[in-house]
Nanobody
Framework: QVHLAESGGALVPPGGSLKLSCVES???????MGWYREAPGKQRELVAT??????SYGDSVRGRFTIDRDWSKETVYLQMNNLKPEDTAVYFC??????????WGQGTQVTVSS
């Protein structure tokens, strides 16, 4: 059973930076890891994913957010810079395995407000 544990969510002012972390445990077959987010009243949307030789970003975060993985620590990071109020959301860690199973973390709240 794959377990994803996110951390790093916080309240930050506009223009600030934040780094999220997600530690994976329970699988050696992770193909893709990444982040999605869900704002109140909106559908869950892609933030960034990495794996299978590809890195993908959502249009609204490209150029401001950077995803990275540390294979030795089974951890994926999301560095978020120049945060905007519209980045306020619950951020979910995501993992896709080689067998096609998808897993989600519990989510971590990011609030951008002055």
């Amino acid at each position: 059973q794959v377990h994803l544990a996110e951390s790093g969510g916080a309240l930050v002012p506009p223009g600030g930076s934040l780094k999220l972390s997600c530690v994976e445990s329970g699988s050696t077959e992770i193909l893709v890891m990444g982040w999605y987010r869900e704002a109140p009243g909106k559908q869950r949307e892609l933030v960034a994913t990495m794996g299978g030789g590809r890195t993908s970003y959502g249009d609204s975060v490209r150029g401001r957010f950077t995803i990275d993985r540390d294979w030795s620590k089974e951890t994926v990071y999301l560095q978020m810079n120049n945060l905007k109020p519209e980045d306020t959301a619950v951020y979910f860690c995501y993992a896709d395995t080689t067998s096609g199973s998808i897993y989600w973390g519990q989510g971590t709240q990011v609030t951008v407000s002055s």
